[in-house]
């Protein structure tokens, strides 16, 4: 199957069947596809639905018609999301774009005693700007249904009120810490809706900010006898969940 260009729509960009795209996706679609009326993409909507358009009109803004809309299969049925202590350098970047293909539907950074970059609030907007960018391509790549959000930078403490207010019978939290040896994900019963994972910076967790994780209601797991690198450990731990309660595998 040819893969065609796939963009995200809002309600009010498509009306009775009919899509109006303006913007860098206009531009993309005219100045870099080059793409010309007859054209087709696909746009998805806000309920994840996939619509194959017919383009009619490319320019500044491009208009199309509906003419197949079918639901899309590339959602994960477990709800993912990762808390990911902030990086150095851009290494945030390639996790964004890994847990979007992963299917993860939310990505938090945050600070914790560790964390060594320190952003100020312009630079938080700029890098949150730039991962909504990445997320938003990673999505378009392969082939999401539902556009992931990439959240503000959490403080710790914001992060453990979170834990708080998430844990239910369906939302297992889970802290992977690199000091445990025994619990993994495979000890981890039942089978949750949605599991959000928390992952430390290079520096890792100091072992209170473990125990107040716990406290909140996560839960600590290792991922493995190896110390994995702060960017391969969301990845891993949102593989293993993707395989055991998800759609990979
Ligand atoms: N500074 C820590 C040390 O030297 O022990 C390493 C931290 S590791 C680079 C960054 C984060 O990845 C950890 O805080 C943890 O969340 C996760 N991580 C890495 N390896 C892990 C493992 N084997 N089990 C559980 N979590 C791990």
Redesign the pocket.
């Known amino acids: 199957m040819i893969d065609l260009a796939r963009f995200f729509v809002s309600e009010d960009q498509l009306r009775l069947g009919v899509v109006e795209i303006s913007g860098d996706d206009a531009h993309h679609i005219a100045k870099v596809l080059r793409l010309q009326a007859g054209d087709v993409v696909e746009c998805v909507d806000p309920q994840g639905l996939v619509h194959v358009v017919r383009l009619e009109k490319v320019g500044t803004v491009v208009q199309g018609q509906v003419e197949e809309t079918r639901e899309g299969l590339q959602e994960s049925p477990l709800h993912l999301v990762l808390f990911q ?1 902030l990086p150095k350098g851009d290494k945030m970047d390639y996790v964004v774009q890994k847990a979007v293909e992963l299917g993860a539907a939310e990505i938090v950074p945050f600070t914790s005693r560790y964390t060594v970059v320190k952003l100020g609030a312009k630079q938080e907007e700029n890098r949150k700007k730039r991962w909504e960018r990445i997320a938003l391509e990673a999505a378009k790549q392969c082939g999401r249904t539902r556009l992931p959000q990439v959240g503000e930078v959490y403080s710790f403490a914001e992060l453990v009120a979170r834990v708080g207010e998430t844990v239910s019978e369906d939302h297992v939290v889970l802290a ?3 000091a ?1 040896r025994s619990a993994g994900i495979a000890q981890i019963s039942g089978t949750p809706r949605a599991v959000s994972v ?8 100091a072992p209170e900010e473990m125990a107040q994780l716990q406290q909140a209601g996560a839960s600590v ?10 960017e391969t ?1 969301g990845l891993v731990a949102l593989s293993i969940l993707g395989y055991r309660w998800g759609d990979l595998g």
């Open positions: 202590g992977a810490y690199e445990e928390i992952v430390g910076p290079e520096g890792g967790f797991i290792t991922l493995g006898p190896r110390i994995l690198r702060t450990a």
